[in-house]
């Protein structure tokens, strides 16, 4: 996990003064910078810089290559990016002396399974992904943590509900809902705090090209009822696997679950009800979540995203039937989403190709990139514009 250290701890540490990073100027070049004039050696990685590919064992993954800084005046350490930025949410950490650490001058950091990164934003002031990532002078929606009762898992568990600007005004309005599904080793605060979800929504909704929707964000993890630290487990490490230490077997799996939360969610908030107003879509983990939850009930959605889905082709006269009956319910969209390098782009390919063999309707958009949060956030950035029409 990256070491998080204040301003007040940097100068303890390495005895320098608070420096400015990251600092973003007028042609969109960022300069990072930090104080450690006792270091031998600092380097800077982010997303922002040219990947490497690296092997995971089962699958290769792309890494940013990290960077030198240059020592300065003062011990002040600093790099600028060779190139202009494009519009989009980055994320960066520091190596100083081989200890990883966040950035002491940035105090917006962001979770990721296990890690923490800082991040920044360039904004581009228009139709770009930056500015949809950006908080702007719009209406916002409100987010609620929300427990409820899940009777097929054998526990109360948490979600995060965003509900759309003038929700508590407009009493009598009712609204579609999207479920938004994360993936391995994320939890019901991923799309929240990485995807920016609500800022996407609200400044869609405030721009008239997404509808007003709720938005509902499970924890897909079936041992789990919350994010890590947040229910009585108590506070274990987050990892990949989704579960805590000693965990006994779940009681059964998500899609067998789902039911449980969307009664919750209709019985406790305005809810246009029937396929025609209710979405689905998840990225990885909660892609293959979305993927068989949609199967396992045809007739209840009738928007399914799969974002760089763990979604698998089976040849057998049970998958073919399932397909069939999803298909015969006629969803109004089935969209899939993959990079062009993610390690499990194969999976996509081959439901595409199934689709066109059974000649079933869909929506693909192939993209750069890897098994990333820029993918994923362009997705449901693109799908909330394409449901509730």
């Known amino acids: 996990m990256a070491l998080c250290l204040n301003a007040n701890a940097q100068q303890s540490l390495w005895g320098g003064a608070k420096v400015t990073s990251p600092e973003i100027h007028p042609d969109n070049t960022v300069t990072f910078r930090i104080s450690a004039p006792k270091a031998v ?11 490497e590919m690296i092997d995971m064992g089962t699958v290769k993954m792309e890494k940013p290559v990290a960077v030198n800084l240059k020592e300065g005046k003062d011990g002040v350490w600093e790099y600028t ?15 100083v002396d081989g200890m990883t650490m966040s950035d002491p001058s940035n105090i917006y950091q962001i979770r990721d399974v296990d890690t923490w990164t800082n991040f920044f934003i360039i904004d581009g002031k228009g139709e770009d992904v930056g500015h949809y990532y950006s908080v702007n002078k719009v209406a916002h929606g409100t987010v609620a943590k929300v427990w409820y009762d899940s009777p097929t898992l054998g526990m109360t568990r948490r979600a ?12 009598k309005q009712k609204y579609p809902v999207l479920y938004l599904c994360h993936g ?43 994010a890590p630290g947040e229910w009585e487990a108590g506070l274990y490490q987050a990892s990949m696997g989704g579960t805590i230490p000693g965990a006994a077997p779940a009681k059964a799996s998500i899609p067998e679950a789902f039911p449980d939360l969307m009664n919750y969610i209709e019985q406790n908030y305005r809810v246009l009800k029937g396929a025609a107003n209710t979405a689905m879509c998840g990225l990885s983990m909660g892609g293959g979540h979305t993927f068989q939850t949609t199967m396992m009930y045809p007739k209840k959605f009738g928007y399914i995203g799969l974002f760089s889905a763990a979604a698998d082709v089976t040849k057998s006269a049970e998958f073919d039937k399932s397909m069939a009956d999803l298909f015969a319910a006629k969803p109004k969209l089935y969209f899939i989403g993959c990079g062009t390098t993610d390690f499990i782009i194969n999976g996509s390919k081959n439901l595409v190709k199934y689709f066109d063999e059974h000649k079933y309707p869909y929506e693909v958009m192939w993209t750069d990139g890897g098994h990333i949060w820029r993918n994923w956030r362009v997705y449901l950035t693109h799908f909330a514009q394409e449901i509730f029409k």
Do not use: H
Request: charge should be negative.
């Open 41 to 51: 050696s600092v380097q800077l990685t982010g997303d922002f810089l040219p990947n």
């Open 81 to 95: 990016t060779e190139r202009p930025l494009s519009p989009e949410l980055y994320s960066y950490c520091f190596t």
């Open 160 to 171: 995060t509900v965003y509900t759309p600007a003038g929700y508590e005004a407009n009493t």
């Open 184 to 226: 391995a080793g994320g939890d019901e605060n991923s799309w929240v705090d990485l995807g920016r979800a609500s800022q996407i929504l609200d400044n869609l909704i405030a721009e008239g090209k997404a509808k007003p929707m709720i938005v509902v964000i499970p924890n897909g993890n079936p041992t789990c009822a919350a």
